[in-house]
């Protein structure tokens, strides 16, 4: 039994499949196969029951994955500050999150933060969703995810930083433009650009019309807010996106318009880590310094 062997374990249980962690891990499946098979040859029990859609581990499968995710956690972290040490006030903090995401939540605390630690490497790993900001979390070689916080994750620890508000981004000569809010019942029958099915906010959004009553019309859709935004601009629809922090509320002279949607329930941002208590004290700064930046410049409800 090897540390690799616990890691690739912890990995598929997560995954839920094995040929997504070979994909990861730029292997064959059989590798992967192999990592298991030699867990269950020591410990004389099956860990994984195969399914249809992939696999899942057995009650036996799930107390190794509880200790060796615990422990794997434990052990990075102490190997961190190993480094740290090494490095005397240099080191790093690895981060994962969308595209967009730094320009928008952590432009000001990164420029804070090398201010205060010129030394420490900041490194950012961009994915496509929240679910793959957990799996690369819970790949063992990252420090924090932000992501849209949604249901509980196995083996992950989420921290709430700042609830958004909704908008709805419209051209300036929409007649929808000219309210100082709307309601969701007013976007009943508009087009629609369509936040990605697969998020957590486009989720959010599409469960709290359903919930309202409201239907709307689709036939564009988008991968991350900004593009909503721009689309939205350029007259291919509405877009109801959350209001995101220091950015500039649009001019008389511009072509798009931010109106707020007063009874959709905000959307909530923050932090997902492995385990709060294993941070380095850098990546638990650097964490602080972010959250403490985005409250300050989050844009209140109407």
């Known amino acids: 039994m090897t540390l690799d062997d616990l ?62 995710a615990d422990g794997i956690a434990g052990l990075d972290s102490a190997l961190r500050r190993l480094g740290d040490l090494v490095d005397g006030d240099g080191g790093s903090v690895r981060v994962t999150t969308g595209g967009t995401t730094v320009r928008h939540f952590m432009s000001e605390a990164v ?18 969703s929240g679910r793959r900001c957990f799996d690369a979390l819970a790949a063992g070689n990252l420090d924090l995810a932000w992501v849209t916080l949604g ?32 309601e969701a019942a007013d976007l009943a029958g508009i087009r629609l650009i369509r936040l990605p099915q697969s998020s957590v906010s486009g989720t959010r959004l599409d469960a709290a019309f359903t919930e309202l009553g409201v239907r709307t ?44 949607v007063t009874d959709l329930p905000p959307l909530t941002v923050g932090w997902a880590v ?4 294993a941070l380095s004290p850098l990546a638990r700064i650097f964490a602080d310094t972010v959250a403490d930046c985005v409250t300050t410049s989050a844009p209140r409800p109407a």
């Open 7 to 68: 890691r690739v374990f912890v990995a598929v249980c997560r995954a839920g499949s094995l040929s997504a962690v070979a994909r990861e891990l730029a292997c064959t499946q059989s590798a992967v196969s192999q990592h298991v098979k030699r867990l269950e040859r020591e410990t004389g029990v099956s860990l994984l029951e195969r399914q249809s859609r992939g696999v899942v581990p057995t009650h036996a499968g799930r107390i190794l994955w509880d200790a060796a």
């Open 111 to 128: 420029v804070a933060f090398r201010q205060r630690y010129p030394k420490v490497s900041l490194e950012f790993q961009t994915e496509t």
């Open 151 to 182: 249901s509980p994750v196995r083996g992950i620890e989420q921290r709430p930083v700042v609830d958004l508000p909704w908008v709805l981004a419209v051209r300036a000569d929409d007649p929808l433009a000219r309210r100082a809010r709307v």
């Open 217 to 260: 019309s689709s036939d564009t859709g988008v991968a991350d807010w900004d593009t909503a935004l721009l689309l939205a601009e350029l007259g291919l629809g509405h877009a109801v996106v959350p209001a995101l922090p220091g950015r500039r509320a649009p001019g008389d002279a511009d072509p798009l318009r931010l109106v707020p």
């Open 274 to 277: 492995r385990r709060w208590d």
